[in-house]
Every structure is written in C-alpha cells, then in structure tokens.
C-alpha cells in the first residue's frame, strides 16, 4: 500500500498565508503524479492543482496567481502553498498520489485536512 497524509490546515485570516503538505510513504518506486483537490461542504470534490514528474503545473482558475503546487524530492512530501486565500477557498483539502511500487501503480488518496479562511 501507499500512504498518503495531509498536514498543515487550519484557521487562515483572508489574505494571509498557509503551506498545506502532502508525505507519502510505502516503499514508492516512482511518483508519476500529485495533486490537491478540496471539497466544501455540500459541494463535489474539485481539482485545485496537479504535478507530474518532468511536467508543467496545472491549476484550478480559482486559484492561479495565488496558489503554487511544488514537490517532487526525495522525501517524496508535496506543498500546496495558498497566498491570499479567500473565504471561499474554505474546504477540505485531499492530497492524491499516483505512485509505483513495482510492480503494482496506485492511486492513493489521505485523509484531508480542514482549512478555514475567516477574519
């Protein structure tokens, strides 16, 4: 198996700043992707931003400018760093990593954690 465990969440002032952090663990050979999804309450689950190795970040329009997805080291821990959050961006946010433990491809997904932006 492939863990993957968020951390970093919480309360966040509009306009402040917040690193969320996404480890995953499990004798990986390979991450072939990454990437943060959240879900508000009563709302799907949406794509906020992916990576893939030797590829070009993609965000969600809602967040470019202000979000930056980066990782791919050897601790195999990925960030979502959230610049100007607005209340809107409050949700539950998923990290999901497609990895190979060879010979066998996961796709994984943690247990999330809670961010709240509110003055």
């Known amino acids: 198996q492939v863990q993957v465990v968020e951390s970093g969440g919480g309360l966040v002032q509009p306009g402040g700043s917040l690193r969320l952090s996404c480890a995953a663990s499990g004798s990986i050979s390979s991450i072939n992707a990454m990437g943060w999804y959240r879900q508000a309450p009563g709302k799907e689950r949406e794509l906020v931003a992916t990576l893939t190795s030797g ?5 969600a329009d809602s967040v470019k400018g202000r979000f ?18 607005k209340p809107e961006d409050t949700a539950v946010y998923y990290c999901n990593v497609q990895a190979t433990r060879w010979p066998m491809q996961y796709d994984s997904w943690g247990q999330g954690t809670q961010v709240t932006v509110s003055s």
């Open 55 to 59: 590829g070009s970040p993609n965000y």
């Open 68 to 85: 930056t997805i980066s990782g791919y080291n050897s601790k195999n821990t990925f960030y979502l760093q959230m610049n100007s959050p």
